[in-house]
């Protein structure tokens, strides 16, 4: 159980990010001083909705460049934090060719590089590391014997690895390397946020987060033809950003936090999308047959393996813990997927069918 002294500068890596954004704003506006770790401070694009931000809010903004790859490169702007804030980590799904360079190395590697830096700066009293649903499960599938298909904290991603699923795995040995370096010691503790799928408008339109991806896929026709059946746990970034401060500054947040505020399937996410901007893009009707996306699957750059575990397997979450724990209350996220929609709209990433 860990105070955290208000005043004390708060450690946020990878804060150019999709979720970082949204952590920074909030603590900015409340008044805090931030320490961002960025991989190239000067590059505006990554860094000017930042320091804007900054300009705006009460709060101070401090930039620093670290590599979540450079050993060392922590310690700075780790100077006199209490609380370190852990986003950091590469979140895409496909166009790279090494998954172990592009994923695992960089989150693995990464959060031992940061917790060492924690274990050498004495005044680090909590981390809270953005985790995933993915440390949970690795394929639908994997939950096929749980009741009602809804995992809890309680689970763990046994079966994805570096050649199946590398993202969901990545996530995972982070995780696990993030408890075993936090076990081995007494001065901090650890909290993890584990987000389903995170959507809602951006701060950046510089992010290659998957969340943004996946949206993207509803407007540039790669879904007209229909969607794999295929669920995904839901949450609006805005109640991810609120979770992560809340279980930075709340002495009794403990363990893992799953953030899910529901699971809907692409159809699903496609009828929301098509109920709020009608029949202007090409949003999915219906799905694609599973054995039909199976054969071909390899074409869009999934293995048969992924469709035959994942397409028509249910999932959810259990999120008592965070509303609980954390008194987390759900924003809308059929509301979250249109507003994100139409901030790609609005930042030209979607193009309007003519
Ligand atoms: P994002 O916008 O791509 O943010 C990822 C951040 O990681 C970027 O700031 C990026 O910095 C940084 N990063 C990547 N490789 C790095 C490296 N080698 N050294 C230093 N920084 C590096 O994605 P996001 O969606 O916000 O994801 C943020 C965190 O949330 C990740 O840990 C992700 O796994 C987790 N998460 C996301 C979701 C979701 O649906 N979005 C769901 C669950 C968990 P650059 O700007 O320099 O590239």
Not at 1 to 21: D, E, F, Q, R
Not at 137 to 157: H, I, K, M, Q, Y
Not at 219 to 227: E, F, K, P, Q, R
Request: proline share 5%; aromatic share 8%; glycine share 8%.
């Amino acid at each position: 159980m860990s105070l955290i002294n208000p005043k004390a500068p708060i450690l946020v890596t990878g804060a150019s990010g999709y979720v970082a954004g949204w952590i920074v704003k909030k603590l900015l506006e409340a008044g805090h001083t931030v320490h961002a770790t960025v991989r190239d401070p000067n590059k505006v694009s990554s860094v000017a909705h930042l320091q804007k931000i900054a300009s705006a809010s009460p709060g101070t903004l401090k930039l620093f460049k670290a590599d979540l790859l450079d050993q060392g490169a922590f310690s700075v702007p780790m100077a006199g934090c209490e609380l370190v804030i852990h986003t950091a980590s590469p979140f895409v799904m496909t166009g790279f060719t090494d998954a172990n360079e592009a994923l695992v190395r960089p989150a693995l590697e990464g959060t031992r590089n940061v917790l060492e830096a924690v274990n050498a700066t004495e005044s680090v009293r909590r981390v809270v590391l953005t985790s995933s649903v993915a440390a949970t499960f690795g394929d639908s599938w994997d939950a096929r014997d749980v009741p009602g298909s809804r995992l809890d904290e309680t689970f763990w991603n046994t079966t994805s690895s570096v050649d199946h699923q590398p993202y969901l795995y990545s996530k995972t040995v982070a995780e696990q390397e993030a408890w075993a370096m936090q076990k081995a010691q007494h001065r901090w503790d650890l909290v993890c946020i584990n987000p389903g799928l995170v959507v809602g408008p951006a701060l950046t339109t510089n992010s290659i987060s998957a969340s943004i991806t996946t949206l993207q896929q509803f407007g540039d026709g790669t879904l007209a033809m229909g969607a794999p059946c295929m669920w995904n746990g839901l949450v609006d970034v805005r109640d991810v950003a609120d979770a992560h401060i809340i279980a930075g500054f709340k002495p009794e947040a403990s363990g893992r936090y799953i953030l899910c505020a529901e699971s809907l399937t692409l159809l699903d996410m496609a009828a929301a999308l098509r109920a709020h901007f009608g029949t202007k893009y090409p949003f999915p009707r219906m799905t694609v047959p599973k054995i039909l996306f199976w054969l071909v699957s390899p074409l869009f750059g999934y293995t048969r393996d992924f469709v035959w575990r994942n397409m028509g397997w249910p999932i959810h979450f259990n999120n008592e813990r965070s509303r609980e724990g954390l008194g987390i209350q759900y924003r809308d996220v059929r509301q979250a997927v249109c507003e994100h929609f139409q901030q790609l709209i609005d930042d030209g990433l979607v193009k309007r069918r003519s």
